[in-house]
């Protein structure tokens, strides 16, 4: 299960990485990126990466 008792989408199931301890970490933040698209899971992703997140 993911975070809030949610199930992961079929997009984070299929995303490399620690999807899963994300999850456990703040779900509804992953569950939020993952409703939002593309374009703001990229503008997310940019200043996360460089800050070594």
């Known amino acids: 299960m993911g975070g ?3 199930l992961p989408s079929e997009g984070l199931r299929g995303v490399g990485g620690n999807v899963r301890g994300l999850l456990r ?4 933040l ?3 990126l993952d409703a939002a698209g593309p ?4 503008a997310a992703a940019l200043p996360a ?5």
């Open 4 to 6: 809030g008792g949610r």
């Open 39 to 42: 374009e703001v899971q990229r």
């Open 25 to 28: 970490f703040d779900g509804d």
């Open 30 to 32: 992953v569950h939020a």
């Open 49 to 53: 990466a460089r800050r070594g997140v």
